[in-house]
């Protein structure tokens, strides 16, 4: 393969699961492919000890399943280049788009962009320690709920996220308690009604601390306890528990992308839905990073496939950029 | 989990590998969930012996892989009925949605509609026994090109794709020779040049034989030959080739949703790109029978993640399936 001139077919930006997916078929496609990655392959996932949510395991190791996905698009000659932080992207006059890196700078004819998101971090005692560990620390309730079979939990959070997260670990865990640092949710209406219903119908299973902080996750090689301050008497309180989840938003990476990419407002990259197009001909998004993204992991692997079938328009047709999505996305049913 | 008066919280219809991902996620959701399946889990996959593009296997068999996505979902209680063919969806007044099958009939909440499609067949001998035995015959040039590096094989097809998967089968074959039966393609004009210009480029590497049908795929055990047949001369001839590719379209699986469902003008299934609401509300669509599938494996399992995310809006607020998207799905640069 090689290259020529430094100019790459497809140059990916993060080597996560959706950077990954969208590598190995860029490469089965023969495109000279190049992933950009600043830390190492994997991004988040290396924090999950046990995945039983991605179709077709059972049950695997977050590292175990991302060096596969690695392996797999070197199969087929994709070069992945880790310490490589992409800091900016130009569209150059001839199409290409130049992406500028914390050491080099790289020509490709098209970028897709998987940086994905990070879970926002409650920044207090424990939580990077019990998290690595698998030891009973967790961002994400669809995930890791059923882990927590008749255990008891600490949530965290007031949105619309955090309540739905909340529901959702109520289906698995013996007892549930949802802290908030204000008096009020900030979650929709709706979700809130449902919320106080559930804990009025299931008395004792569902407990609502409200303007209620937690400053540490305690406990000997996992989570026994959090301890809780209240913010209006300021008192203080070890909790027991045996799990922490943390519901308080999600940071996408694309802070390098401010002034040349559309954002929305919470930083999300504004994508068409049907080929993953931003607002930049030639780049692509994939992954936890774009507007509406369902934040799974096969999700991430799905889009970044996606991205990858639609570029092939794109190299033939610059042109195709500015087309409209069909109608035939648009029932008359909505 | 159980079910109360006959009524599903979820009823899947089709238990390809979008059916069984959607499973898996409603299921573990604690959604009460039936799968129908017509024939048994898996479809086209259980015709595929390597799998090679589906992230985090580097290799795989087909019945393997569903294999694991069966037990997956049955592990969080979905219920996989086969021999169940879905023939007909009614809405009730009360918003919930009758499933007939052709034995029984249920009643769900939600419906996510799985059917898959089926690649179009010659119908002519040797089709089916070297495909099933994975012998040389495939309807995936971005799935089985790899799988004839250096080797001699002849693609079939005039259309879009039949063109572009032959130009993918040109960077691991060793010569490709391409059958249409007109004597003019009706691929788009900008594809018909790249196939040209490729084959002046490439001496000997790409035959194209117009007006040239397929009559008979022969060989011992594995394919070794094509019977042509010159459609303006009748002249015959036994062509050799290790594989066949056959592209003469896809067939969604959607008869029986004509008169309830919106479909395309070739079958597929009307839906937003966003949260794949088709246009009975209620009623969601994943994988290769929708409106712009990939048609790929781990597009498929994306899709079927994303409708089981999707249906929690649903069904805490059924006003919401009138939302339209978000114009943040709009990005000015197209």
């Known amino acids: ?81 880790t310490g490589a932080e992409v800091t900016k992207l130009t569209k150059l006059q001839d199409g290409n788009i130049e992406v500028s890196c914390n050491k080099d700078k790289y020509i490709a004819k098209v970028v897709i962009l998987t940086p994905g998101s990070d879970y926002r971090k409650l920044g207090i005692p424990g939580e990077d320690e019990f998290r690595n560990a698998g030891a009973g620390v967790s961002y994400c309730g669809t995930c890791d709920a059923p882990f927590f079979k008749g255990k008891q939990v600490v949530a965290i959070g007031g949105g619309n996220t955090a309540l739905e997260e909340t529901l959702h670990l109520c289906k698995y865990a013996d007892k549930v308690t949802l802290l908030h640092r204000r008096d009020e949710f900030r979650a929709t209406k709706v979700l809130v009604e449902e919320l106080l ?32 301050k209240n913010k209006k008497t300021e008192e203080l309180e070890d909790y027991p528990c045996d799990g922490v989840f943390i519901f308080i938003g999600m940071v996408p990476n ?81």
Chains 1, 2 share one sequence.
Not at 208 to 220: C, D, F, H, L, N
Not at 256 to 265: M, P, Q, V
Not at 267 to 294: E, K
Not at 318 to 330: C, K, M
């Open 1 to 81: 393969m090689g290259q020529s001139n430094n100019i790459y077919d497809c140059i990916i930006a993060g080597a996560g699961p959706a950077g990954l997916a969208a590598a190995l078929y860029t490469a089965r496609d023969r495109l000279n492919t190049l992933v950009l990655e600043k830390f190492m392959p994997g991004g988040q996932i290396n924090n999950t000890d046990r995945i039983e949510n991605y179709p077709g395991y059972v049950n695997i190791g977050g590292p175990d399943l991302i060096m596969k996905m690695k392996e797999q698009a070197e199969n087929f000659d994709a070069e992945i280049r």
């Open 197 to 228: 219903e559930y804990q009025k119908k299931n008395e004792g299973k569902l407990i609502i601390k409200y303007s209620t902080i937690p400053i540490a996750i305690e406990g000997q090689g996992k989570v026994q306890s959090v301890k809780l």
């Open 254 to 334: 694309t802070g390098f992308l401010k002034g040349s990419i559309e954002l929305t407002d919470t930083g999300f990259i504004r994508a068409d839905c049907a080929y993953l197009r931003t607002s930049m001909p030639g780049v692509f998004v994939a992954g936890d990073c774009r507007v509406g993204a369902a934040m799974q992991l096969a999700t991430a692997v799905g889009d970044g496939v996606c991205a990858a079938m639609a570029i092939k328009n794109y190299l033939r047709n610059p042109s195709w950029w500015n087309e409209p999505l069909s109608e035939e996305y648009q029932p008359t049913g909505w």
